[in-house]
């Protein structure tokens, strides 16, 4: 079975771009989250998705930060304009069901120059 | 307070030896809990998740919970080099998802 996908695994862009990370969960998972992760700290969560729904959103800086699962499976989220401090792994996870285990994907380090 | 509360180490053992990871957590509504292990420059891989009070096995490793004094502790028998990573513990309350900090652990030769 295909564990969670991610893409990029890398990105290095200047402030003030748009970028952007793609996410694929497994498949069958109607949970998926999205979670922002600084060195030497836990994951912390941005968005949860149930089906196309966010059910939870209350961490995202909405003013620069979105996100889509369309058709409720991939989900995109976007970060424009990006600063500095949004430097980060960006985590994605799903889940069977609500509150289960969670897998994660590789992730997508980026570096804002 | 934290919601999962972890001591960061770094935590040495050597190898062969059992090491203890210890997790508090603030809400006792709290329902259920999973260790994650996460080698340097990795993203979180799932070792073990429990529900219920006591005990939990799966092959070398060990949950335990104890809901009266909120701790969920992860045993790690006869520890191996391999094992050197951070360790995650994660509380779900109301499908709300609390990560700690990770403890550091690092197994000796």
């Known amino acids: 079975e295909a564990g969670v996908v991610q893409s990029p695994r890398y990105k290095i862009i200047e402030k003030k771009q748009p970028v952007a990370f793609w996410c694929n969960p497994i498949?069958?998972?109607?949970?998926l989250y999205w979670y922002l992760q600084n060195l030497g700290q836990g994951p912390e969560l941005l968005i949860r998705y149930e089906n196309e729904e966010a059910v939870d959103d209350s961490q995202l800086p909405k003013d620069r930060f979105s996100a889509e699962r369309l058709k409720g499976v991939d989900s995109t989220l976007k970060i424009q304009p990006a600063e500095l401090g949004d430097s980060a792994v960006y985590l994605c996870a799903s889940s069977l069901t609500r509150g289960g285990e969670q897998y994660f994907g590789p992730g997508t380090r980026l570096t804002v120059t | 307070q934290k919601e999962v509360e972890q001591n960061s180490g770094p935590l040495s053992v050597p190898e062969g030896a059992i090491a203890s990871l210890n997790c508090t957590y603030s809400d006792r509504g709290s329902q259920s809990f999973f260790w994650y292990r996460q080698y340097s420059g990795k993203s979180p891989e799932l070792i073990m998740f429990i529900y219920s009070n006591g005990d939990k096995e799966d092959g070398r490793f060990t949950a335990q919970l104890n809901k009266a004094s909120q701790y969920v502790s992860l045993l790690i028998r006869d520890s191996q080099p391999s094992d050197s990573a951070t360790y995650l513990c994660?509380?779900?309350?109301?499908?709300?998802?609390?990560f700690g900090t990770g403890t550091s652990l690092t197994v000796i030769p």
């Open positions: 498949s069958g998972h109607n949970t």
């Open positions: 994660a509380v779900n309350r109301g499908n709300q998802f609390y």
